[in-house]
């Protein structure tokens, strides 16, 4: 259960029993929220194993019929859904790549998933050999292996392959004027997918 760390100082900080109350209530609801969408645990409640048997969210994979799994993927989150992920699977995996923001891979604990870091939210060239060892998995897996493809937000500049007429400094460029302009997610990946090669 997640705990907001200066809760009791928000608690004490009140001017009134009501007002400590109303405080305990929202503190609860923040807390439970956090908690709901926690990636380990959504994970988790939508992956199940049952011998040979693999569902995911309803969709169900015998893994008798693949010959490999591989996982691929990234985003801030990617690096706690490869983790659940992994403690489900375990050795079923046969490698994967998950690239999540720099800085964030000693918080995760994978055997078989590589997890590069790369820049977010302007991508750096990390970011671009991140895509590309993604692409490089995707690469050589056959019609009888199984890719599971694990994306959370910030995948955008976490895996970045521009355009071969696109540079690096260019989509770094167009990432700055875009966030710069208070452009939201959604018109900022609009213009990111016209120059990706990844996407």
């Not at 591989?70 to 985003?75: A, C, E, K, Y």
């Amino acid at each position: 259960m997640v705990e907001i760390k200066n809760r009791n100082e928000l608690l004490e900080n009140a001017s009134s029993l009501l007002n400590r109350r109303a405080r305990e209530i929202a503190l609860s609801a923040i807390e439970k929220a956090i908690d709901a969408v926690d990636p380990r645990k959504l994970i988790r409640s939508k992956l199940v194993l049952t011998n040979d048997l693999l569902e995911i969210d309803g969709r169900k994979f015998e893994l008798s019929s693949f010959r490999r799994i591989f996982v691929v993927g990234g985003g801030k989150a990617s690096g706690s859904m490869a983790e659940a992920l992994e403690e489900v699977l375990g050795d079923l995996v046969e490698s994967g790549v998950i690239v999540i923001p720099h800085g964030t891979s000693d918080q995760h604990r994978t055997k078989r998933i590589k997890l590069d870091e790369a820049s977010h939210p302007i991508p750096d060239e990390d970011s671009v050999q991140g895509a590309r060892k993604i692409v490089s998995i995707a690469d050589q897996a056959g019609e009888d292996d199984l890719i599971i493809c694990l994306i959370s937000g910030g995948g955008s500049s976490l895996m970045a392959m521009p355009r071969e007429e696109v540079s690096l400094d260019d989509k770094q460029g167009i990432t700055e004027m875009l966030l710069r302009s208070g452009a939201n997610i959604n018109e900022i990946n609009t213009v990111r997918k016209h120059i990706s090669e990844f996407k």
